[in-house]
């Protein structure tokens, strides 16, 4: 089974609003990272939280950390039309040489 | 951009034959991975490569088959393809664990 669960499956908001997406895992991990995938196309490494981090920012995104509850959030603040697109959280986890990622959240911004 | 290049980025091929997706990369990264990418699936790992010969499976590595005989190319084996098989096909690179992949714009591989 999968190592990340994305929550939820889809969000559409309005453009300006705020998005959070939720990422749950199984096992410890060593990090957590965020992609993006524009439909159709090969996905983009957005940001990168270790395991002893509990936050960290990137222009207007933020990412928490929290590994008692083995769960990580993604929010987007004031959102755009071009920020449409599925978001990936990918976790390599400790004993593994491997990147395994969730189903993904799929956001549409409505304008 | 990354340098990474998967061959064919399109392909159509029948039940029953064998089929080989090439990933290419020049930028000497240690990792490469293959993916397969499904409606309601996410990305699940098929196989994945940690140096030359070093290669390991995923979650779904059942039907297919890796090589990887030198640092730049990494090749996914369809055996015999079967319907079931019919996905989209992503090669990921990175340098090390810890730090992010880079993805190749995919592989669209339909079997009739």
Known sequence: SQQGEEDPQALSIQEGENATMNCSYKTSINNLQWYRQNSGRGLVHLILIRSNEREKHSGRLRVTLDTSKKSSSLLITASRAADTASYFCATDFQGAQKLVFGQGTRLTINP | DAGITQSPRHKVTETGTPVTLRCHQTENHRYMYWYRQDPGHGLRLIHYSYGVKDTDKGEVSDGYSVSRSKTEDFLLT??????????????????SMGIEAFFGQGTRLTVV
């Open chain 2, 78 to 95: 369809l055996e015999s393809a079967t319907s079931s098989q019919t996905s989209v096909y992503f090669c990921a690179i990175s340098e």
